[in-house]
């Protein structure tokens, strides 16, 4: 018998079945070989085991139960077991892969065969044929997969469809909210429920029509016996997990369930280490390595498999030696807090639960082929069992859930989703279940520590979000009251009058409150949809509910008060916060429980009755009543009760009162109010009862405002705050304006003010006339203080008056409403879209209404590569701006009216801004209009406006004059707008115009209010509110005019009305024009007085200015350096390199140190400068990233993958190096006291060298020194041919050989006559620095050494030349790739610090030889020409094709100063050497490009003969196939090679351009300071070669035609070309950043599906993306951790060093953000490039919108890359944010 495992898919050849795919393993622990059979006895029960002769035993067994579990009694132990693994993790692989098969085999094939009675493969075929699909999907959310709510369609948030589904169905076309899962929901296609409209997708359209009809008992379709099979085999299953889930060993006298005792007993023990939530992975670490002497890495496996499936066993033996590991930990753990869980468990008891998670995984599986079997599953698991109501398994289940481990919870739910939440008729059934057990539930999950999302009261959100059962549950079962109860039990803490009290918390008691909050989340699924239709049980239950609910506002409403402190600061701090949490979280559940009232009118009164039955309650317990008193005001009286806001106790929680409020809105939108106003009840308690908490509240506001309660400390400040905050204020500061405006509606206005006056502590100042002159005298912040409560009074009435946009108090619509806060917000400045909707209060489906007007009233600016798209608001909306918008807080009220000023006068509009006209008010609060014309605000506002006359009064101030204006005008434009919609004068009852022309009475003595606005209208100190004044009186006139028409029977002209008014105007607008000119005169004469003054200091100081100019000319700016030459010096400044080349040494080079500010020239022999630098190693041109050992790495030859390159950047800074060397010392030991301060690190590594910048504070970590120029070479000197200068290179070659030797005194023997004239081997040259440039020359070759190889600085070494002048070709190289790619000039484009760097870097290279060994830098020289031209004396040279021809050419000029330096004769060759050197370097390039580029497809080939060039190529070509014979195939285009050629070599040729002109300090040629096509000419006559570089080849045939051959026949050249096929090609490809997709919820499904590749399978928590190479990566975790030079580091650190030379560009997919990473300790968010349709970027994907690649974006983040610009964004990001720095990057 043949056994093997494929796929998963296990098949035997005698008794065959088929096994469901195992998705949900379970999870193997660990393993012991010692408690069960060895291996090879498994295998003879395989062998000898039929499944289906099992399955025949069972159905003839009498007691089937009896019978399989004596089957698993045998089997289970022997199969699975969790010991401690020593092993390697390959090894428990394959142990857990055994242990699958046989499990799979002994344990669930015959569980197989029994159900189907017969080969599992063909039943579970048929099964699934025959089934009929359930219209829902069910699909299982992993953690991290996108789901989608569509906004329109979906009945609430909860709403989600998957992937699939949503791009199946209509909802991709609307507007719709993606997030990412927490995991354990599914998809809701298919529920029709879930959906307004369009419920499924195409998949799931097909099934349910039909379904739907002819829909029967899916269990009657099974064959008769099976579901009865299936019932006994479910029954047995289920019940076995469930006894061995719930089982707790300590408390039974058996060790198993009946029926599971083994054969024979072994007692051998686990430890199991449990999962909680209170200690952190490092304590459990830490304590493993105690307790179970473990290594860390093993004791972070334990940690993060606890973490995971939520226990492990961490020992295995005896049962003492379990136990004592048990008491270490428990111990270890215990002192601080709660111990961590451990158990000591016996192995068979472990074993069975283990298999129990299998088992349950198996059923699970089973039902997805069979809707007739997961029915029937449904019934066995809430079949009531023998003890009666809560005995069914499920019910055992869910009571346990809290004692189960999180795998286990995890495995159970999954089952529950898959059997019962799928089954409309089960689910049902379920619910009920659920909520009779909810209280207990909650009860368990308080107490236990997991979060909710393992938690079985999680699925609360499955259940109650349906409309159909949330209403079901609430009559049947009180769901609502239930939930409410609950709540209220759980938060037991009150004070003496019941209410709650949240000032003594300890940590625990608000760790439960956290958890207590999740009840409010329940109540909201509840009433997320309210009701269409109402039953009469459904209203009962209801008001039961709401009489629950007001029990609860009762504990609320006045807790936390405050009294204001007088004398002495507050010691500590109150404690606020909770109540606020509590107060956020059910402002939904209090808007929700007004929406459902709203519906129907029975509910709403009896609502309303309800609550005010609630607030005379709340009243009643009111102390305030004791001291009656009565106020009298402008010939009105009122009895009230002494009551002070300053002295007395006051909250600001007001629940009931807000409730009752936003009822009596309901109630006026409702036709109850006029049509059965005896229904109201309205007469329980009167209106100053009714307005009076909400008006402490407000003058609370006000008297924080006016500075009274400052020493209550932060805690009322930030009350006060939360009590506007948009996420309060719907049910908090707007509902207490509602209040005080129904109650001054039910009020004489009159009363109702004095009541206000006497609130804010005010009566007194407006009650007699000479309290007045007594104010002003009183204390100065008196004064002030009263000042600030009259304007905050005067505010509060412009509110209760005005504010009439909630739909029931004006007649209004809610978009209305919306509107108007868009118009508020975007008054203030343009606003981002995200912006908006969170200045907007959301609704319960988390819905603002913005996008449904937002259109309307704005106009949209998309945004540029940085920045936010914005909306600007329409200019015909400025109309309707109001300066006193209620949710303006004081900041954005000044910032509105100072952009509305600035507007209107950008407009040539007066900058008055008179108040909108207000919306009609609604029946019930009709009469508010009358608070305008009562006699108490009239004498206030004559108060004011007399007070306003006096221009010396310090009683007044221009807020309070201003109020009072506004007030005026909403007066009159109400006037204006009865008059303009009533017919006859007799209809208007609103007569203000008609008030305010009267003389006042007392206590004013002045005459009319009009009078007093006339005599202010021209007061120069009031010169700010002229406009408005003038506004008031056209209005007033407007008024007049209507008035007069009205009671008139003819209908006078307007004009005539205006009379008066205009001339008023038109002497404003000739008074305002004689001001305008005489400024303009005055700046004028101011202007020419300046202009004098300048000519004349110029004058006087003649000699200061010629200097200055002289030395500006002098400067080496890039500008001079870049500029094009001057005429006479064109010609000879056209070439770079070579004896006809102009240097720049005549140029005198002045620098300032940018420290001590001291100017100096640049000299070799003076005091060496320095430039500022950052070195790092870089990858970004790379083509192949391999890691070379650094020990052993040569670097003289680059190869052309440039797999690692160090590029040099500076930010152009110069300093002294003595200034810098200070500077630097003082960070030093500015850094050793800090870290004896502070542990936290800083932006920079003071240990390896980094700095920042003094200047500019660029992340630097050396410094170049600044040389001369090179001087220009003599013309006259006789210029040797290349083939007499390459004689003479190999006589000294030769020579140099033999002295390296055997050094000797004299030349070495027998090299007499081949050494040239003047050529002297033993000669010490004179070096041309002064110390301290050697010095500093010392310092920067250090640094690239360290950084480019990471090691220690060693000054003896080899190779460190070689690393100088490899930054030097390497950061030339990515120059010119990026001026390539961005298609600028090769010159003149480069900013200056770029061009400085380059400038300094070059010539340092040149330089940096005379600092290093004569004999090294010489024997370097020997090697890098014998590439070139073959030295026999060398051995190992590389082949062609191994070799970066620009970084050889760099090398060999940069060495050749060496030897050039030991030739003292008069020739001096260098230059020529220089030229000869770049030909023989391109001519091998060409054959470089020749050799790799013969791949290309051959276009057809050009018409008309071919050229010169052409000819050339291809013999050239030609010679090459002659070396190498059939290797290169045959090409017959000549003008395809030619183009392969130049295209290949350009790069090469600007690279070198630049290497020359900042080598040798020559100006470049105009056509190369402007980008575009044509440039090869000029290119190649800078460089002094033929503009056909063929010529090279063709001149020098003779001399070069051997050194083709060599290099040809070089071994490993035919070895590339014929067998390893990874040739570089030429031009090189830059690197870009990845490919991204287009839709960015793509991205988060890839990141979804990725899997942590060392936890067996789990899904990674935080998956990432490099963008670099498009490795998604497991971060910020322990289980992917590894160590790189000795530190264990996270994913991403990790792959930095390898794919980016230790700099890293990472997308985080779940965070929507991208993550630069620098070494180990630095790095900084960056925006991501995905963009929603409103041009932001949601970072955390909190908001959801649809997010959409942004090309622009991401090609600035590839810029930065290309630039390496990246190490500078992390630098400057982490010193603008010091919490940056703290965090541990090498996690990530």
């Known amino acids: 018998m043949e056994v093997y495992l494929s796929n998963q898919l296990l098949v035997t050849s005698g008794s065959g079945f088929f096994s469901v795919q195992q998705q949900h393993r379970g999870r193997k622990m660990a393993a012991a070989q010692s408690d069960r059979d060895p291996p090879s006895l498994l295998c003879s029960e395989f062998l000898h085991f039929s499944a289906k002769d099992t399955a025949l035993r069972w159905l003839a067994a009498a007691d089937l139960q009896q019978e399989v579990c004596r089957h698993l009694a045998v089997y289970v132990p022997r199969i699975l077991c969790l010991g401690p693994s020593g092993g390697s993790s390959w090894e428990e692989q394959r142990e857990e892969q055994r242990e699958d098969l046989a499990s799979q085999l002994l344990l669930l094939a015959p569980l197989e065969w029994f159900l189907l009675g017969e080969e599992p493969a063909t039943g579970l075929h048929l099964l699934q044929e025959n089934n009929q699909p359930s219209p829902l999907c069910g699909h299982v959310f992993k953690v991290g997969e996108p789901t989608y709510s569509?906004?329109?369609?979906?009945?609430?948030?909860?709403?989600?469809?998957?992937?699939?589904?949503?791009?199946?169905?209509?909802?991709?076309?609307?507007?719709?909210?993606?997030?990412?899962?927490?995991?354990?929901?599914?998809?809701?296609?298919?529920?029709?429920?879930?959906?307004?409209?369009?419920?499924?997708?195409?998949?799931?359209?097909?099934?349910?029509?039909?379904?739907?009809?002819?829909?029967?008992?899916?269990?009657?379709?099974?064959?008769?016996?099976?579901?009865?099979?299936?019932?006994?085999?479910?029954?047995?299953?289920?019940?076995?997990?469930?006894?061995?889930?719930?089982?707790?060993?300590?408390?039974?006298?058996?060790?198993?369930?009946?029926?599971?005792?083994?054969?024979?007993?072994?007692?051998?023990?686990?430890?199991?280490?449990?999962?909680?939530?209170?200690?952190?992975?490092?304590?459990?670490?830490?304590?493993?390595?105690?307790?179970?002497?473990?290594?860390?890495?093993?004791?972070?496996?334990?940690?993060?498999?606890?973490?995971?499936?939520?226990?492990?066993?961490?020992?295995?033996?005896?049962?003492?030696?379990?136990?004592?590991?048990?008491?270490?930990?428990?111990?270890?753990?215990?002192?601080?807090?709660?111990?961590?869980?451990?158990?000591?468990?016996?192995?068979?008891?472990?074993?069975h639960q283990c298999f129990a998670l299998r088992a349950l995984s198996w059923l699970g599986q089973i039902i997805q082929y069979s809707d007739g079997l997961r029915r029937v599953l449904c019934e066995v698991g809430l079949q009531k069992?023998?003890?009666?109501?809560?005995?069914?398994?499920?019910?055992?289940?869910?009571?346990?859930?809290?004692?189960?481990?999180?795998?286990?919870?995890?495995?159970?739910?999954?089952?529950?989703?898959?059997?019962?939440?799928?089954?409309?008729?089960?689910?049902?059934?379920?619910?009920?279940?659920?909520?009779?057990?909810?209280?207990?539930?909650?009860?368990?999950?308080?107490?236990?520590?997991?979060?909710?999302?393992?938690?079985?009261?999680?699925?609360?959100?499955?259940?109650?979000?349906?409309?159909?059962?949330?209403?079901?549950?609430?009559?049947?079962?009180?769901?609502?009251?239930?939930?409410?109860?609950?709540?209220?039990?759980?938060?037991?803490?009150?004070?003496?009058?019941?209410?709650?009290?949240?000032?003594?918390?300890?940590?625990?008691?608000?760790?439960?409150?956290?958890?207590?909050?999740?009840?409010?989340?329940?109540?909201?699924?509840?009433?997320?949809?309210?009701?269409?239709?109402?039953?009469?049980?459904?209203?009962?239950?209801?008001?039961?509910?709401?009489?629950?609910?007001?029990?609860?506002?009762?504990?609320?409403?006045?807790?936390?008060?405050?009294?204001?402190?007088?004398?002495?600061?507050?010691?500590?701090?109150?404690?606020?916060?909770?109540?606020?949490?509590?107060?956020?979280?059910?402002?939904?559940?209090?808007?929700?429980?007004?929406?459902?009232?709203?519906?129907?009118?029975?509910?709403?009164?009896?609502?309303?009755?309800?609550?005010?039955?609630?607030?005379?309650?709340?009243?009643?317990?009111?102390?305030?009543?004791?001291?009656?008193?009565?106020?009298?005001?402008?010939?009105?009286?009122?009895?009230?009760?002494?009551?002070?806001?300053?002295?007395?106790?006051?909250?600001i929680h007001l629940p009931v009162c807000r409730l009752l409020a936003g009822l009596h809105v309901l109630l006026s939108r409702t036709e109850v109010a006029s049509r059965f106003p005896e229904q109201l009840p309205l007469g329980e308690l009167s209106p100053p009862l009714l307005i009076e908490l909400p008006l402490r509240c407000l003058v609370l506001c006000a008297q924080v405002h006016a500075g009274m309660w400052r020493r209550n400390g932060f805690s009322l400040i930030n009350q006060i705050y939360y009590y506007h905050n948009v996420k309060c204020r719907v049910e908090m500061f707007d509902k207490d304006i509602i209040m005080l405006q129904a109650g001054a509606a039910m009020m004489d206005p009159n009363h109702f003010l004095m009541i206000v006056l006497s609130r804010f502590e005010l009566f007194h100042i407006f009650s007699s006339a000479d309290c007045r002159k007594r104010y002003r005298e009183a204390n100065k912040d008196v004064v002030q203080q009263n000042n600030t409560l009259i304007e905050e009074m005067l505010h509060l009435i412009i509110m209760v008056v005005g504010e009439r946009y909630v739909s029931g108090v004006g007649q209004v619509e809610p978009s209305d409403e919306v509107r108007r806060e868009i118009i508020h917000q975007l008054s203030i400045r343009p606003m981002a879209h995200s912006e908006l909707v969170k200045a907007l209060p959301e609704n319960g489906n988390k819905e603002t209404g913005l996008e449904r007007v937002i259109d309307s009233v704005a106009s949209f600016k998309k945004p540029g590569v940085t920045g936010r798209g914005l909306y600007e608001l329409r200019p015909?909306?400025?109309?309707?701006?109001?300066?006193?918008?209620?949710?303006?807080?004081?900041?954005?009220?000044?910032?509105?009216?100072?952009?509305?000023?600035?507007?209107?006068?950008?407009?040539?509009?007066?900058?008055?801004?008179?108040?909108?006209?207000?919306?009609?008010?609604?029946?019930?609060?009709?009469?508010?209009v009358n608070l305008l014309q009562c006699d108490v605000l009239l004498a206030v506002e004559d108060a004011v406006l007399q007070w306003a006359a006096e221009p010396t009064g310090a009683g007044w101030t221009e807020s309070m004059l201003q109020r009072v204006l506004h007030l005026v005008g909403v007066a009159l434009l109400e006037e204006e707008q009865q008059l303009e919609s009533s017919s006859r004068d007799d209809d208007i009852t609103f007569n203000y115009s008609c008030k305010i022309t009267c003389p006042g009475e007392a206590p004013s003595t002045s005459g009319s209010a009009l009078a007093l606005l006339e005599s202010l209208q021209n007061a120069p100190h009031l010169e700010v509110h002229k406009d408005m004044i003038t506004w008031i009186l056209k209005t007033f006139a407007n008024i007049k005019t209507m008035r007069e028409r009205t009671s008139s029977t003819f209908t006078a002209p307007v004009c005539q009305g205006q009379g008066p008014e205009e001339t008023v105007r038109d002497k404003d607008k000739a008074e305002r024009k004689r001001k305008a000119e005489m400024a303009r005169l005055r700046r004028e004469k101011i202007m020419a007085q300046m202009s004098e003054m300048q000519k004349h200091f110029i004058n006087e100081n003649k000699e200061l200015f010629q200097q200055s100019l002289e030395e500006l000319e002098a400067s080496t700016s890039a500008a001079v350096d870049n500029s094009p030459p001057s005429l006479e010096s064109t010609c000879a400044a056209q070439v770079c390199v070579g004896p006809r080349r102009v240097g720049g040494a005549e140029r005198r080079q002045l620098v300032t140190c940018i420290l001590c500010q001291e100017e100096q020239e640049v000299r070799g022999q003076g005091r060496a400068m320095v430039l500022a630098a950052f070195i790092q190693r870089s990858t970004v041109l790379s083509k192949n990233r391999?890691?070379?050992?650094?020990?052993?790495?040569?670097?003289?030859?680059?190869?052309?993958?440039?797999?690692?390159?160090?590029?040099?950047?500076?930010?152009?800074?110069?300093?002294?190096?003595?200034?810098?060397?200070?500077?630097?010392?003082?960070?030093?030991?500015?850094?050793?006291?800090?870290?004896?301060?502070?542990?936290?690190?800083?932006?920079?590594?003071?240990?390896?060298?980094?700095?920042?910048?003094?200047?500019?504070?660029?992340?630097?970590?050396?410094?170049?020194?600044?040389?001369?120029?090179?001087?220009?070479?003599?013309?006259?000197?006789?210029?040797?041919?290349?083939?007499?200068?390459?004689?003479?290179?190999?006589?000294?070659?030769?020579?140099?050989?033999?002295?390296?030797?055997?050094?000797?005194?004299?030349?070495?023997?027998?090299?007499?006559?081949?050494?040239?004239?003047?050529?002297?081997?033993?000669?010490?040259?004179?070096?041309?620095?002064?110390?301290?440039?050697?010095?500093?020359?010392?310092?920067?070759?250090?640094?690239?050494?360290?950084?480019?190889?990471?090691?220690?600085?060693?000054?003896?070494?080899?190779?460190?030349?070689?690393?100088?002048?490899?930054?030097?070709?390497?950061?030339?190289?990515?120059?010119?790739?990026?001026?390539?790619?961005?298609?600028?000039?090769?010159?003149?484009?480069?900013?200056?610090?770029?061009?400085?760097?380059?400038?300094?870097?070059?010539?340092?290279?040149?330089?940096?030889?005379?600092?290093?060994?004569?004999?090294?830098?010489?024997?370097?020289?020997?090697?890098?020409?014998?590439?070139?031209?073959?030295?026999?004396?060398?051995?190992?040279?590389?082949?062609?094709?191994?070799?970066?021809?620009?970084?050889?050419?760099?090398?060999?000029?940069?060495?050749?100063?060496?030897?050039?330096?030991?030739?003292?004769?008069?020739?001096?060759?260098?230059?020529?050497?220089?030229?000869?050197?770049?030909?023989?370097?391109?001519?091998?390039?060409?054959?470089?490009?020749?050799?790799?580029?013969?791949?290309?497809?051959?276009?057809?080939?050009?018409?008309?003969?071919?050229?010169?060039?052409?000819?050339?190529?291809?013999?050239?070509?030609?010679?090459?196939?002659?070396?190498?014979?059939?290797?290169?195939?045959?090409?017959?285009?000549?003008?395809?090679?030619?183009?392969?050629?130049?295209?290949?070599?350009?790069?090469?040729?600007?690279?070198?351009?630049?290497?020359?002109?900042?080598?040798?300090?020559?100006?470049?040629?105009?056509?190369?300071?402007?980008?575009?096509?044509?440039?090869?000419?000029?290119?190649?006559?800078?460089?002094?070669?033929?503009?056909?570089?063929?010529?090279?080849?063709?001149?020098?045939?003779?001399?070069?035609?051997?050194?083709?051959?060599?290099?040809?026949?070089?071994?490993?050249?035919?070895?590339?070309?014929?067998?390893?096929?990874?040739?570089?090609?030429?031009?090189?490809?830059?690197?870009?950043?990845?490919?991204?997709?287009?839709?960015?919820?793509?991205?988060?499904?890839?990141?979804?599906?990725?899997?942590?590749?060392?936890?067996?399978?789990?899904?990674?928590?935080?998956?990432?993306?490099?963008?670099?190479?498009?490795?998604?990566?497991?971060?910020?975790?322990?289980?992917?951790?590894?160590?790189?030079?000795?530190?264990?580091?996270?994913?991403?650190?990790?792959?930095?060093?390898?794919c980016g030379a230790g700099l890293g560009l990472f997308l985080r997919v779940r965070e929507s953000q991208v993550l630069f990473v620098a070494g180990k300790t630095k790095g900084c968010f960056y925006p991501p490039p995905y963009l929603d349709d409103y041009g932001e970027t949601d970072q955390g994907l909190k908001r959801g919108n649809p997010l959409h690649l942004c090309l622009e974006r991401y090609r600035k983040i590839e810029r930065l890359w290309r630039q390496h610009g990246v190490a500078e964004v992390i630098g400057h990001a982490q010193e603008a944010d010091q919490t940056l720095v703290a965090i541990d990057w090498q996690h990530l």
């Open 876 to 928: 015909e909306w400025n109309k309707h701006f109001n300066l006193y918008f209620h949710h303006f807080s004081r900041a954005d009220q000044s910032k509105a009216e100072e952009a509305q000023r600035k507007l209107r006068r950008q407009n040539a509009q007066t900058t008055d801004l008179p108040p909108p006209p207000p919306p009609r008010l609604c029946p019930l609060f009709g009469s508010l």
């Open 385 to 651: 069992g023998p003890e009666g109501e809560y005995s069914s398994l499920v019910d055992k289940l869910m009571l346990n859930d809290s004692k189960m481990w999180k795998g286990a919870r995890n495995i159970y739910h999954q089952l529950l989703m898959n059997s019962l939440l799928m089954d409309l008729k089960y689910k049902k059934i379920f619910a009920i279940q659920f909520a009779k057990n909810y209280r207990r539930l909650q009860t368990d999950f308080m107490e236990d520590d997991h979060e909710r999302l393992v938690s079985v009261t999680s699925l609360s959100v499955q259940l109650f979000t349906v409309p159909t059962m949330a209403r079901m549950l609430m009559v049947e079962e009180d769901l609502m009251t239930t939930i409410i109860r609950t709540f209220v039990d759980h938060l037991r803490h009150r004070d003496l009058q019941g209410r709650f009290q949240f000032d003594r918390y300890t940590a625990q008691q608000a760790f439960k409150f956290g958890r207590v909050q999740s009840l409010i989340g329940d109540l909201k699924y509840v009433l997320i949809s309210r009701p269409s239709e109402w039953s009469d049980q459904l209203r009962m239950k209801f008001l039961e509910g709401l009489d629950a609910f007001l029990e609860l506002l009762k504990c609320m409403q006045g807790m936390d008060p405050v009294v204001r402190q007088v004398g002495q600061h507050i010691e500590m701090e109150p404690e606020w916060e909770a109540a606020f949490t509590l107060q956020m979280k059910l402002t939904h559940i209090i808007s929700m429980i007004q929406e459902w009232c709203s519906t129907d009118e029975r509910v709403l009164t009896e609502a309303y009755r309800k609550c005010l039955r609630a607030l005379s309650l709340c009243h009643g317990g009111l102390p305030d009543g004791e001291q009656p008193i009565s106020l009298s005001l402008a010939g009105h009286s009122v009895e009230t009760f002494r009551y002070q806001v300053s002295q007395d106790k006051v909250s």
């Open 150 to 351: 569509c906004r329109e369609c979906a009945a609430d948030p909860t709403c989600v469809l998957c992937m699939k589904c949503f791009l199946g169905s209509t909802h991709k076309e609307h507007r719709y909210r993606m997030t990412t899962s927490a995991g354990g929901g599914f998809c809701d296609c298919g529920d029709a429920e879930a959906w307004k409209r369009a419920p499924y997708c195409q998949q799931h359209s097909l099934a349910p029509r039909e379904a739907e009809e002819v829909r029967q008992d899916p269990v009657s379709l099974l064959p008769a016996d099976m579901a009865a099979r299936g019932f006994s085999i479910f029954s047995i299953l289920l019940k076995y997990a469930v006894d061995l889930l719930t089982w707790n060993q300590e408390n039974q006298e058996n060790l198993l369930p009946a029926g599971l005792e083994p054969p024979s007993r072994q007692d051998t023990y686990y430890c199991m280490l449990f999962n909680d939530e209170v200690h952190t992975y490092e304590q459990v670490i830490y304590t493993l390595q105690k307790a179970v002497n473990c290594s860390q890495k093993e004791a972070v496996s334990f940690a993060t498999t606890v973490d995971r499936d939520g226990r492990k066993s961490v020992r295995y033996g005896d049962f003492q030696f379990c136990d004592q590991a048990k008491s270490v930990i428990v111990r270890n753990t215990g002192r601080q807090s709660k111990p961590l869980r451990v158990q000591v468990m016996h192995s068979s008891v472990v074993a």
């Open 1186 to 1698: 391999r890691c070379n050992d650094p020990e052993r790495h040569d670097p003289l030859f680059m190869n052309p993958d440039l797999s690692l390159g160090i590029h040099t950047a500076s930010c152009g800074h110069i300093m002294h190096a003595t200034c810098w060397q200070r500077y630097f010392e003082a960070v030093q030991l500015k850094e050793q006291r800090r870290q004896q301060r502070l542990r936290g690190h800083t932006s920079y590594d003071v240990e390896n060298g980094e700095f920042l910048c003094p200047l500019c504070e660029c992340l630097s970590n050396t410094v170049i020194p600044l040389l001369p120029h090179t001087h220009t070479p003599d013309f006259r000197l006789d210029h040797p041919s290349l083939e007499a200068w390459l004689k003479m290179t190999n006589q000294q070659i030769t020579a140099l050989h033999s002295a390296h030797r055997k050094p000797s005194d004299g030349v070495a023997e027998g090299a007499g006559p081949a050494v040239p004239e003047g050529f002297r081997v033993d000669f010490t040259p004179q070096n041309p620095f002064s110390s301290s440039v050697r010095e500093m020359i010392t310092t920067f070759s250090m640094s690239t050494y360290k950084l480019g190889l990471k090691l220690n600085p060693n000054e003896q070494d080899h190779r460190v030349p070689v690393l100088s002048w490899s930054t030097c070709a390497y950061t030339i190289q990515s120059t010119e790739r990026l001026l390539m790619e961005e298609d600028r000039p090769l010159f003149g484009s480069l900013p200056c610090r770029q061009d400085d760097c380059l400038s300094a870097l070059t010539r340092f290279s040149s330089a940096c030889w005379s600092a290093a060994p004569p004999t090294t830098v010489q024997s370097h020289f020997i090697r890098l020409l014998a590439a070139l031209v073959p030295d026999s004396q060398v051995e190992n040279s590389l082949s062609i094709l191994d070799i970066d021809m620009f970084h050889l050419l760099v090398y060999s000029v940069m060495s050749y100063s060496s030897v050039h330096s030991l030739n003292q004769s008069q020739q001096r060759v260098v230059d020529s050497a220089h030229l000869h050197l770049l030909h023989l370097v391109t001519v091998a390039h060409l054959v470089q490009i020749l050799l790799t580029s013969t791949t290309v497809e051959v276009c057809m080939d050009q018409d008309g003969g071919a050229s010169e060039e052409e000819e050339l190529t291809c013999q050239l070509y030609n010679t090459l196939r002659k070396h190498l014979g059939s290797v290169l195939p045959e090409v017959t285009s000549g003008w395809q090679l030619l183009r392969c050629l130049k295209d290949g070599v350009l790069p090469f040729l600007r690279a070198a351009a630049l290497f020359f002109h900042y080598l040798n300090s020559t100006a470049p040629p105009v056509d190369l300071l402007v980008a575009g096509p044509g440039q090869w000419d000029v290119l190649c006559t800078f460089l002094n070669l033929p503009s056909n570089l063929l010529q090279l080849h063709q001149t020098q045939h003779t001399l070069l035609e051997p050194l083709i051959h060599r290099w040809c026949c070089h071994p490993s050249v035919r070895q590339t070309l014929q067998v390893s096929g990874v040739i570089i090609k030429f031009p090189r490809e830059s690197n870009q950043l990845i490919q991204l997709p287009e839709d960015y919820s793509v991205l988060i499904n890839q990141a979804s599906s990725f899997t942590c590749p060392r936890s067996g399978g789990d899904k990674s928590r935080a998956p990432t993306l490099c963008l670099v190479c498009g490795s998604m990566l497991c971060s910020q975790s322990y289980c992917c951790q590894t160590e790189v030079d000795g530190e264990d580091v996270g994913a991403c650190t990790a792959h930095t060093s390898t």
